[in-house]
């Protein structure tokens, strides 16, 4: 157990829709990281917060939004789903070295 | 960034050593190499990482070259628990928050039995 949780596991919804996934760092951590992962496809960077700042972003759309909050947990919010959205997304916390990996939420778009 | 490159796949028969290896010829002086797994569809985990002297712990061994031009990721006796996607990547090491992890497309590692 890497102590990071992220919720839902899984989720289905239909395109144009718009969802938030949730993530909880580990105890201690000030450091979040999203990432998505295509099928069978490497992991693509989406941004980074640091104590509740953002401190860098990657390859997220502009339909993709993120925040991280006072007590450090973060969301990711994904509006106007497509199909290609369809992926897994996780969240990783730290203290920058090394990073720890949540289970990641599956997001499937219909 | 610091770039990495990997073979993308290797096998390994169970029980044999696999060493699997990454070049990162563009890497600075105060950049760390870091390797992580991915085990099929599940988060990838921390295995180990080092700056220039050859490293140790519970999971695998990591010998990076004098010139740290390249390194070796070293599970001395692979297991079929081991198959998995192995990440090379390069990073350095400063203010916390200051710096981020790009992945690239790895090693997928088939342990045969």
């Known amino acids: 157990d890497s102590g990071v949780t992220q919720t839902p596991k899984h989720l289905i919804t239909a395109t144009g829709q718009r969802v938030t996934l949730r993530c909880s760092p580990r105890s201690g951590d000030l450091s979040v990281y999203w990432y998505q992962q295509s099928l069978d496809q490497g992991l693509q960077f989406l941004i980074q917060?640091?104590?509740?700042?953002?401190?860098a972003k990657g390859n997220i759309l502009e339909r993709f939004s993120a925040q991280q909050f006072p007590d450090l947990h973060s969301e990711l919010n994904l509006s106007s789903l497509e199909l290609g959205d369809s992926a897994l997304y996780f969240c990783?916390?730290?203290?920058?070295?090394?990073?720890?990996f949540g289970n990641g939420t599956r997001l499937t778009v219909t | 960034d610091a770039k990495t490159t990997q073979p993308p796949s290797m096998d390994c028969a169970e029980g044999r050593a696999a060493n699997l290896p990454c070049n990162h010829s563009?890497?600075?002086?105060?950049?760390?190499v870091y390797w992580y797994r991915q085990i099929h569809s599940q988060g990838p985990q921390y295995i180990i990482h080092g700056l220039k002297n050859n490293e140790t712990n519970e999971m695998a061994s990591l010998i990076i070259t004098e010139d740290r031009k390249s390194s070796t990721l070293i599970l001395p006796h692979a297991t079929l628990r081991d198959t998995a996607v192995y990440y090379c990547i390069v990073r350095p090491l400063g203010m916390p928050g200051t710096y981020k992890y790009i992945f690239g497309t790895g090693t997928r590692l088939k342990v045969l039995a």
């Open positions: 563009t890497i600075s002086g105060n950049e760390y």
């Open positions: 917060y640091y104590n509740g700042e953002e401190r």
């Open positions: 990783a916390s730290g203290p920058d070295s090394p990073l720890h």
